[in-house]
């Protein structure tokens, strides 16, 4: 996958984080669950973005790390909305999925740039 396609998907994935977001109920959980998942979510394009942008390796890999952390994250406020019964699974697991696909897509990035940033 190349940077552009990274970039937007990241982006749309932050949309559907997003109009999730602005779904959930008022709640004191609901206010709590949609604070942490907004700011992660939106996160990892953000993140992305820096990194494709940095000035050397081990910046690009510093901050690559810090989206993929996020994504985890991201999964983790996802698993708990699902897991509690605030929101049903199956309206869940379109996101969780392709939550799942972002973690494991920049893990296998951040791996790489490890491995070139100790092998140049």
């Known amino acids: 996958m190349n940077r552009g396609?990274?970039?937007?998907r990241t982006k749309k994935f932050a949309?559907?984080?997003?109009?999730?977001?602005?779904?959930?109920?008022e709640t004191p959980t609901g206010r709590t669950l949609s604070s942490q998942l907004l700011r992660s979510g939106t996160s990892?394009?953000?993140?992305?973005?820096e990194a494709s942008r940095a000035g050397t390796k081990k910046h690009f890999t510093s901050i690559l790390t810090i989206s993929l952390r996020e994504a985890d994250e991201t999964?983790?406020?996802l698993e708990l909305l699902e897991?509690?019964?605030i929101v049903k699974s199956h309206l869940l697991a379109p996101l969780r999925s392709e939550c799942n696909?972002?973690?494991a897509i920049l893990a296998a990035s951040v791996k790489?740039?490890?491995s070139r940033e100790q092998n140049p």
């Open 44 to 49: 990892i394009g953000a993140n992305y973005r």
């Open 83 to 85: 897991e509690s019964g």
């Open 15 to 25: 949309l559907r984080v997003i109009r999730l977001v602005d779904a959930l109920s």
């Open 112 to 114: 790489t740039a490890k």
């Open 101 to 103: 696909e972002l973690v």
């Open 75 to 77: 999964l983790y406020w």
């Open 5 to 8: 396609d990274m970039v937007e």
